[in-house]
């Protein structure tokens, strides 16, 4: 196991999410900057490929390093304690977690709270390397929406509520710090589910839905140069608001969970003669 602390690894993590948070006003030549930078490493992971021997090595991490729950507010720069958490549970093959969110509000509200696993690997291999990480999500839960009447709240703007269920896989950079994140593929995001209300001017409104299913995560080509840990986020990502309303995601009555079993690296290096 890489030698990370639950306290560094959190701390990274938020940095990170804190730039990203600020990403909105950087100046455009910042930003060119880093897509700059994402280029140069999707260019060393090619330049890797193509050296890269017949035969990859597979390496399989089946416990995460952590289970952390976190929100964010629009314009927030670090993430926030949560308490949707309910339980988890960390063994090989059998990593899971519980979450419940259940919020109700007159007022605007908008936030996305995430439940992540999170996975480690150190490049050991005497070389830089290029990895395809490969990861799934098995869900089972069910999603609530309620709108209240727009009469005693003004007709300017109806009530409502919404969520959006999305499974994530986030790679981070851990050589940098804070943590960098590699060019964004489209495999790293998989919609589970939407769901909205709108009240009305004399009504209320109100909307449920159950939903199961396993949602694969990916991404492919990912450079790790030598001696350096790659860390690689797996989680559900609840985006949700409300104006008098309230929302309800329950990953946690009865059967209702969230488990990831495992996170598979597919590992190519031209000089890969190191057991991994």
Not at 49 to 68: D, E, G, K, Q
Not at 91 to 110: G, R, V, Y
């Amino acid at each position: 196991m890489p030698t990370i602390t639950e306290k560094q690894l959190k701390a990274g993590v938020a940095a990170r999410y804190a730039n990203l948070r600020r990403s909105g006003a950087l100046k455009p030549e910042i930003i060119g900057q880093r897509l700059h930078q994402g280029i140069e490493a999707q260019q060393a992971a090619l330049k890797q490929l193509a050296a890269r021997p017949s035969t990859p090595i597979f390496v399989a991490l089946n416990s995460p390093f952590l289970i952390w729950a976190n929100r964010f507010l629009p314009g927030s720069t670090d993430p926030l304690g949560t308490n949707i958490l309910v339980d988890s549970h960390v063994e090989p093959l059998n990593n899971w977690a519980k979450i419940l969110l259940n919020f109700s509000q007159d007022d605007a509200i908008f936030a996305t709270d995430r439940l992540n696993f999170y996975f480690l690997w150190k490049n050991d291999t005497g070389g830089d390397v290029v990895v395809n990480i490969t990861s799934s999500l098995t869900l089972i839960g069910s999603c609530k929406v309620h709108a209240k009447s727009s009469f005693w709240h003004g007709l300017a703007a109806p009530n409502f509520s919404q969520v959006s269920i999305d499974a994530v896989l986030s790679v981070f950079e851990w050589w940098n710090q804070p943590p960098t994140e590699p060019l964004p593929e489209t495999s790293q995001t998989q919609n589970v589910t939407s769901l909205s209300a709108k009240g009305g001017v004399w009504s209320d409104d109100g909307r449920s839905k159950i939903f199961s299913g396993n949602f694969p995560v990916a991404y492919n080509s990912f450079h790790i140069p030598s001696g350096n840990v790659g860390v690689f986020e797996v989680g559900v990502s609840l985006n949700w608001g409300l104006v008098a309303g309230d929302v309800n995601v329950d990953f946690s009555f009865q059967n209702n969970i969230i488990q990831c079993p495992s996170l598979s690296l597919e590992v190519f290096t031209a000089t890969a003669k190191k057991t991994v």
